[in-house]
């Protein structure tokens, strides 16, 4: 059973048209993060969320932290081609310091 | 700053032989983390080392082993090799593994068991 559900699973877009990738879970989390996996490379984190509520912008992305902590949503303003790539979340939950990860949501930005 | 170092980046074997990969983590991180990312599970979480002791272990069996040197350097280590052992295999590196997922990857090292 995966702990961390991403949707969709892969999103194929127009340079230019907005997005949301979801993460839910069923459990509460004390921290969740964002990535961008490249193909042939490691996951780079975008963010961390860690309150209840929380939004954060990094430039034309936006995350939120469920007011509940048990989900996630990234939303990409005006997509770019440099957006693609692989999305990931991962997060912590039950006092383990193991991370759990989803599987990812594969984004393509045609242009 | 560098970044976490990962060695080598393609590696071919055959089943039944043994692995060892290399990891040198960012200059002042002591934690070290090591996963598996498949196509079919996605990423998941072989072991945490800290001070050169296995802080967390993930779901894996014995085959996969892993050690930490006083500088921090990790290695895994593979053995009697499956089909299903090929992956991406990554390290990432913080400075206390404390925030758990919050870490910083290297490339990866791709494994093609044959």
């Known amino acids: 059973t995966q702990l961390l559900e991403q949707s969709p699973q892969f999103l194929s877009i127009q340079e230019g048209e907005n997005l949301t990738v979801y993460c839910n879970s069923s459990?509460?989390?004390?921290?969740l993060q964002w990535y961008r996996q490249e193909p042939g490379e490691g996951p780079v984190l975008l963010v961390t969320?860690?309150?209840?509520?929380e939004v954060k912008k990094l430039k034309r992305l936006t995350f939120q932290f469920g007011d509940a902590r048990k989900d996630s949503s990234l939303h990409i303003t005006a997509a770019q081609t440099g957006d693609t790539g692989l999305y990931l979340c991962?997060?912590?939950?039950?006092?383990?310091?193991?991370?759990?990860f989803g599987r990812g949501t594969s984004l393509i930005v045609h242009p | 700053k560098a970044g976490v170092t990962q060695t080598p980046r393609y590696l071919i074997k055959t089943r039944g032989q043994q692995v060892t990969l290399s990891c040198s983590p960012i200059?002042?991180?002591?934690?070290v983390s090591w996963y598996q990312q498949t196509p079919g599970q996605g990423l998941q979480f072989l072991f945490e080392?800290?001070?050169?002791?296995?802080?967390n272990k993930g779901n894996f069996p014995g085959r996969f082993s892993g050690r930490q040197f006083s500088n921090s350097r990790s290695e895994m280590n593979v053995s009697t090799l499956e089909l299903g052992d090929s992956a991406l295999y990554l390290c990432?590196?913080?400075?206390?593994?404390?925030?758990?997922?919050?870490?910083?990857f290297g490339q990866g090292t791709r494994l093609t068991v044959v």
């Open positions: 990432a590196s913080s400075p206390s593994g404390r925030t758990g997922a919050e870490a910083f």
């Open positions: 459990s509460v989390f004390s921290s």
């Open positions: 969320v860690v309150t209840g509520g």
């Open positions: 991962a997060g912590e939950s039950g006092g383990s310091y193991i991370p759990t």
């Open positions: 200059s002042g991180h002591r934690s």
């Open positions: 080392y800290f001070s050169e002791t296995q802080r």
